[in-house]
């Protein structure tokens, strides 16, 4: 190491005795860094930048400016150069300020080459290397460049802060209706108004177990044990939920769920087989396309997400309402939540591309997504491993995370281990 680096661990060393350790026995070898010489200077790791090269401390101070005027603590996410904890212990009105570390390894390096002994010193200040990773503080700044250089240990954390830094942009996007969407809803009225309330399908059925069936790879995995418990007497079989792009692949391994959930605008008959069954019902949302509706064989179900986009037809015609982030696993699932269920299990939800596929049943690039495309994003999936996805399923699983979280009187179980790891969702293997 160098002579920075002691002097500053000296410090470390006295405080978090712990993180002094850790420190000691961090390796650098596999970050790629060199200096970067603009109007300033800053270090590259893996060629992202961990600060501005040309005006580092107008860029500190932007990212301190997301902070509230008058707040006396703050978080921060990240170290970068170390350039917003020097400008926060500047300010005396912040009592207490936490640096969460995202990379030890990353945070070592730092220590080597840079000089941090005047923000260690403060004693409002708290160095923390264990970190939570379900909830964010009240009033925080993320470091962008680190949300790229976590560890592997903090993939989830790093997840929520992206999703977090993105919700505003992402909720704009949801709660605008382009006019011809719009008109379609409004088409659709009649026939929501005619349809019976999704809330009905508690009189239909009370589950004690329900699967929820969705369309990633792994359910390919499952068919033969779906067979075996669609076969089971109808006293005693658990309820088959659908998502509606994994109707084809049932059918097609004569699998008959008991409800499909449909969300997407975009689905079209094309994309749903010829042969359905009347007595699998559908619960859909107003965005649904008519002539899809029409042709339904079996009976209809209306709901509407939680979204202020529904507002209006919800007070033309009062349906239930569920929970949606993004994907109609969410909905699916809240679906069975409401119908009182006890235990789920979920499968083909992977949230990512195990097997190098996209989804069971369909060819590559069918409905939209392809494994020929470049994937920058990862998660750890069952054993460990960390398995290619996109940065949109990222955050359909933690919204699905969060929302198990606030349903602790259910019981959730993932029935594979190849795609993502669902924190909520322990393993249950599920063989016929």
């Known amino acids: 190491m160098t002579v920075l680096f002691d002097s500053n661990l000296e410090i470390i060393k006295q405080r978090w005795p712990l993180l002094s350790q850790m420190l000691n026995t961090a390796s650098v070898l596999d970050l790629n860094a060199h200096l970067v010489q603009g109007t300033e200077q800053t270090i590259s790791v893996n060629g992202i930048q961990l600060s501005s090269r040309h005006n580092r401390i107008a860029e500190a101070q932007l990212l301190i400016s997301q902070l509230p005027s008058n707040c006396n603590e703050a978080t921060i996410y990240g170290v970068g150069m170390g350039d917003v904890p020097t400008i926060l212990v500047q300010n005396s009105a ?5 640096i969460c570390l995202l990379n ?12 941090q002994r005047q923000w260690l010193s403060d004693q409002r200040l708290e160095l923390e290397f264990q970190l939570q990773h379900h909830r964010l503080a009240q009033q925080y700044i993320a470091i962008t460049p680190e949300l790229s250089l976590s560890s592997d240990d903090n993939a989830r ?8 830094n993105n919700l505003t942009y992402a909720n704009k996007k949801h709660n605008n209706v382009d006019a011809k969407l719009k008109q379609r809803m409004m088409e659709n009225l009649a026939t929501i108004k005619k349809d019976s309330d999704a809330a009905d399908l508690s009189s239909h059925y009370q589950p004690t177990k329900t ?9 390919e995995l499952h068919y033969a044990y779906l067979r075996v418990q669609r076969a089971l007497p109808k006293s005693t079989r658990p309820l088959m939920i659908s ?8 059918l097609n391994e004569n699998i008959i769920p008991d409800i499909v959930v449909s969300l997407d605008q975009h689905m079209s008959q094309q994309l749903l087989p010829d042969n359905i069954p009347a007595s699998v019902k559908l619960v859909y949302f107003p965005k649904s396309q008519q002539d899809l509706l029409q042709w339904w064989p079996g009976q209809r179900f209306a709901a509407y997400s939680l979204s202020q986009v529904y507002d209006e037809l919800y007070q033309l015609a009062p349906k239930l309402r569920l929970f949606t982030n993004g994907s109609v696993i969410h909905p699916t699932i809240d679906l069975a939540v409401h119908l009182k269920s006890q235990t789920i299990i979920l499968f083909g939800c992977d949230f990512s591309y195990p097997h190098n596929k996209t989804h069971a049943f369909w060819q590559d690039g069918e409905l939209g997504i392809s494994i020929a495309h470049e994937k920058k994003h990862w998660v750890m999936n069952g054993y460990g491993e960390k398995v290619a996805t996109d940065l949109s399923f990222r955050g359909y699983l933690l919204a699905l995370e969060h929302y198990i979280y606030s349903k602790p009187y259910v019981t959730f179980y993932n029935a594979s281990l190849d795609g993502a790891a669902i924190d909520g969702a322990p393993y249950q293997e599920c063989k016929s």
């Open 94 to 98: 912040i009592k207490h300020i936490r």
């Open 243 to 250: 998502v509606d792009t994994a109707l084809k692949a049932l």
């Open 104 to 115: 030890v390894n990353l945070f070592a390096l730092l220590l080597t080459y840079t000089d």
């Open 211 to 219: 699967l929820v069936i969705a369309t990633g790879p792994t359910l």
């Open 157 to 164: 954390l790093r997840d929520l802060l992206v999703f977090n």
